[in-house]
């Protein structure tokens, strides 16, 4: 006679080394996609206005204070304002990628279908955190290769470079996101 037990492990979707549920790297995927579609299909707002943005601060200030100050620590002053006009941008885009893209989906009703899917919450918090660091550094990446038309650029340690802007995009990334969980309406997502 045959005894029936209940399904543990592989078996039961789960990961046999600490009994965890296994990730679900579709659902994470899934979400990734959903956030960076939007992404282009706001491609207007989401990338050129920054791009231009930034451009017009090359332009001013390289006008208005480039033409008094011709170097920085032997560095030229456009080439100096550079980093700071790209952690600029890729803060405030960082914040205010992952803020919305967690708000909206609160604010249309929407969330209940990602709370009802079998998505954990730190599957989640990835997929939304991933999706807008990622739009950050393409956008920092992009305003980087606008700024090489305006000035001469000279990049002395790129690993150090990526990895600094991916570890400043996720954090802040990370922050927008708790942004748009606590926020409550608009006024308190800006």
Known sequence: KEIHRPAYGRQAGMNTHANLPAFNRHGVLAIYRFELARFKRTVWQSLVTPVITTSLYFVVFGAAIGSRMSEVNGVPYGGFIVPGLIMLSLLTESLNNASFGIYMPRFTGT????????????????????????KSILLALVILATATLFVPIRI?????????????AVT???FG??????????????
């Open 111 to 134: 969330i209940y279908e990602i709370l009802s899917a079998p998505v954990s919450a730190i599957e989640i918090v990835l997929a939304y955190v991933g999706a807008a660091a990622t």
């Open 156 to 168: 002395e340690h790129p690993l150090w470079m990526i990895a600094f802007l991916v570890l400043t």
């Open 172 to 174: 802040f990334s990370l």
């Open 177 to 190: 996101f708790i942004i748009g969980v606590w926020a409550k309406g608009f006024e308190q997502l800006q």
